[in-house]
C-alpha cells in the first residue's frame, strides 16, 4: 500500500508535468464563450457548432483581424504555436461522414487551408482542464474571411 506523501507528491509532479506543457489555465470560461459549453469532450459537435455561430455573429467576415485579437488577448487567449491543426481540413460532404468532428474546410477553401489559431484555457478541478480554440483566416488586408471555434480537453 502506498504511503500517502508519496501519492500526493506523485498527484502533484503529473500535475505539474502537465501544467508545465501548456499555458497556465485560468479558473473560468472567457466571457465570449457566453453560456456554451461541452460537458463531453468525445461529443462536442453541437457546442462547436454552437461556439462557432457565436464567433461569426461577433465578428462577421470583413472584421479587422487586429479587432479580433486585441478582445481575444484582453479575454486572456494566447497564440497557440504548438496547436496542431491538421495538414488538410476536410470538404463538408465527406466531413458529414467522419464520426470524429474534423476540421471543416470553409466552403470557399481548399483543402491547404491553414487557419490561425488562438487557445484559452480553464481548469474544471484538480485533475481536469477544459480549452477553446478559435481559428481563423484573413484576406490580403487582414480582414477575417472565416473563423470557427471549437472545444477540447484533458484529465491528467
Known amino acids: 500500500m502506498f504511503n500517502r ?3 500526493v507528491l506523485l ?3 503529473a500535475a ?14 472567457p466571457p ?7 460537458n463531453d469532450w468525445a461529443a462536442c459537435v ?14 462577421p467576415t470583413g472584421t479587422s483581424e487586429s ?5 481575444l488577448l484582453r479575454e486572456g487567449f494566447s497564440r497557440a504555436e504548438s496547436y496542431k491543426t491538421p495538414a488538410h481540413c476536410m470538404q463538408p460532404e465527406r466531413a458529414a461522414r467522419v464520426a470524429e468532428a474534423p476540421l471543416v474546410c470553409p466552403d470557399d477553401r481548399n483543402s491547404r487551408w491553414s487557419p490561425n489559431v ?12 477544459d480549452e477553446i480554440v478559435v481559428l481563423w483566416t484573413t484576406d490580403s488586408r487582414g ?7 471549437r472545444f477540447d480537453g484533458g484529465c491528467i
Open 46 to 59: 453541437e457546442p462547436d457548432h454552437e461556439f462557432s455561430l457565436a464567433l461569426q455573429r461577433r465578428f
Open 118 to 129: 488562438f487557445h484559452y484555457w480553464w481548469a474544471k478541478n484538480a485533475a481536469c482542464s
Open 5 to 7: 506523501s508519496i501519492v
Open 11 to 13: 498527484f502533484s509532479f
Open 143 to 149: 480582414s477575417l474571411t472565416h473563423i470557427e471555434g
Open 32 to 38: 465570449l464563450l457566453g453560456e456554451i459549453r461541452c
Open 16 to 29: 505539474w508535468t502537465c501544467a508545465a506543457s501548456r499555458p497556465i489555465a485560468h479558473v473560468t470560461p
Open 67 to 71: 479587432d479580433l485579437q486585441a478582445i
